[in-house]
């Protein structure tokens, strides 16, 4: 299992909710009845602090729910507004970075609940061409991030490096060939300029032979997934679609890059992501 960041953020933000709720409806009522007996030069002399402290109120309680305002604010712009992911392989060049640190929306595919995904309220549908993150289907702890190609319905077909939709041979113009020191891979590339449904990124195609071809009918309710880097990415080719509600939202935004945790961050990458 991977590191679930969001349900241990939810637990958090239960326990302290929990402990603050348990404060304001056994200790505070006490805490108030204390300093309404106490003179108005004794309540002045009094720090916030020692006021917390009133009532024998026990410090495990208080120490818990101090940090419920903040955890509670973080959980509610990553579950609703926009969530943070730092990119951790390289199945998304050129498009994104080992390292890049992006922003996902949260509005787009529907407001959802917190852990369970569940939607809440429905926006806007799923587009091709859009850079999606996505619970990832064999184990949901964790997130993967790829390009969307196709939607439910559609007839993929993938063979000797040609992407295929619906019939329709998804257009790629030749841009450079890359050696080897300019790619993380190790291995010599070709970039591509694709037009995925008029959404236009650069793409990475290999020297060597495609790996895992083939063809695929999209179920209702479901997404096909592919990196930008495609011969280097796990995806829908491999283990299968990616189902509506496992959809987080649309990565649009690179606002740092740190690769490595001994190097300095950089803005080098920022901007929106195509």
Known sequence: MGFDFELILAAAFLITGAAWLYDRLVYAPKRKQVLSNMSDDAKQSLSKDAKERLADTPKLVLEIKSYFLIIAVIFGLRSFVVEPF????????????IGDFILVNKFDYGIRLPVTNTTLIKTTEPKR?????F?????????????????????????DKILTINGEQVSKDFVADLPISLNPNREPVTLYQENLGGVEHAIYNSNRNT??????????????????????SADSR???????????????YVWLHWDKFFSLPSFKNNGLIE
Do not use: C
Not at 212 to 224: I, Q
């Open 129 to 133: 061409g859009d850079v999606v993150v």
């Open 238 to 252: 491999f283990w299968g679609f990616v189902p509506e509600e496992n959809m987080k939202g649309q990565a649009f």
């Open 211 to 232: 790996p895992h071809e083939g063809d695929w009918v999209v179920p209702e309710g479901h997404y096909f997934v592919m990196g930008d880097n495609r011969d280097n």
């Open 135 to 159: 619970k990832y289907p064999l184990d949901p702890s964790l997130n993967y991030i790829k390009r969307l190609v196709g939607l439910p319905g559609d007839k993929i077909s993938y063979h």
């Open 86 to 97: 730092q990119i951790p392989s390289g199945s998304m060049l050129p498009t994104l970075q």
